[in-house]
């Protein structure tokens, strides 16, 4: 049995077979849009591991699996033997023989990396403490979408240095682009964790004025992501000056764009303006999570197809 391709992190494919699952990307959205019918994974069981929340997430990986023509399994902690201490190892050996693919949101990268390297079947992240590879597909296509190519173009990220900014490090690696980073202080990259190469393709700011001015786009996350909650407090004083507001928005490129992952917290790490003001692509940014998500499952089941 050949062993399974897994899309762990970000850099887990190729600049080549990324730009493929953008090319899919856009004609199975186009199908989705027309209602035409496409059911390559009929008879297909995604199952999906939730050790943490989610609205997208879980909304894009179930409708996306069902649009494809299969059918998709909940699991969470809370419900299942892994909240009462089954190892992930015995985990990973049953559910990859009852599936085909599964998605797994949790804690630690290790847990889903030994996940994996038990799993008979593909493996996504859906988002660890370290990365959130499937958001960052959704981001680069809706950029690409709105704007063109992100190559040679300039992304700030304001906010906390999370799983959210350290997959934008790495894609900034594989897509040939740079990020200006702007965290409180304690808060800075940490390039090992992040799973980067080098440091070329990012520079840090004190100030976030600074790392905003130029930008083709803007983007920022929660101050505190989940399973830090016990940092809340301390985190709101920290990252007070940290706000992504109008003013921010006026030094970034005219026709720069904003993107939040979601779920946003208007007054905190963005202006409701912002978010809500022209230059705010978050609802395409959310839809295309469907999209991408539809793709890369079609390209990790079934390879490379012949485009029509
Ligand atoms: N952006 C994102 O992953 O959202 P959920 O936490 O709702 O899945
Ligand atoms: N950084 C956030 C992203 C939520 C989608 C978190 O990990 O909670």
Excluded at 8 to 32: G, P
Excluded at 177 to 198: C, I, K, M, Q
Excluded at 223 to 230: C, I, Y
Excluded at 231 to 244: G, I, K, L, M, T
Aim: with cysteine; hydrophobic share 40%; glycine share 6%.
């Amino acid at each position: 049995m050949a062993a399974p391709r897994h899309f762990l992190q970000l850099k887990d494919l190729s600049r080549l077979e990324l730009d493929y699952v953008f090319a899919r990307t856009r004609w199975i959205k186009d199908q989705f849009k027309s209602y035409s019918k496409y059911w390559p994974l009929e008879d297909r069981t995604l199952v999906m591991i939730f050790e943490k929340a989610s609205t997208r997430t879980r909304l894009s990986f179930e409708a996306g699996m069902h649009q494809l023509g299969g059918a998709a399994i909940y699991l969470n902690t809370r419900d299942s033997q892994l909240g009462r201490g089954e190892p992930v190892e015995d985990a990973a050996q049953v559910i990859s023989r009852m599936s085909d693919i599964v998605m797994i949101r949790t804690f630690e990268q290790s847990i889903i990396e030994r996940f994996a390297a038990n799993s008979r079947v593909p493996v996504i992240n859906g988002l660890t403490n370290e990365y959130h590879p499937c958001q960052i597909l959704a981001d680069i296509y809706t950029f690409i979408e709105h704007r063109g190519s992100i190559e040679g173009k300039t992304v700030a990220w304001i906010g906390d240095s999370n799983n959210v900014c350290n997959t934008w490090l790495q894609a900034a690696e594989i897509f040939g682009f740079n990020v200006h980073v702007s965290t409180p202080p304690g808060y800075e990259v940490e390039p090992e964790r992040a799973g980067l190469y080098g440091t070329d393709n990012y520079e840090e700011f004190a100030d976030p004025m600074e790392a905003a001015k130029g930008a083709d786009l803007v983007t920022t996350d929660v101050w505190t992501s989940m399973g830090f909650e016990a940092e809340n407090e301390e985190r709101r004083r920290d990252f007070a000056d940290w706000q992504v507001d109008a003013d921010m928005m006026k030094v970034a490129a005219k026709d720069a764009v904003f993107m939040h992952c979601l779920p946003a917290h208007r007054g905190e790490e963005v202006a409701a303006d912002v978010i809500d003001g022209p230059q705010s692509v978050v609802w395409d940014e959310a839809e295309n999570r469907l999209h991408t998500q539809k793709a890369l499952m079609e390209f990790l089941l079934l390879g490379h197809i012949s485009v029509e």
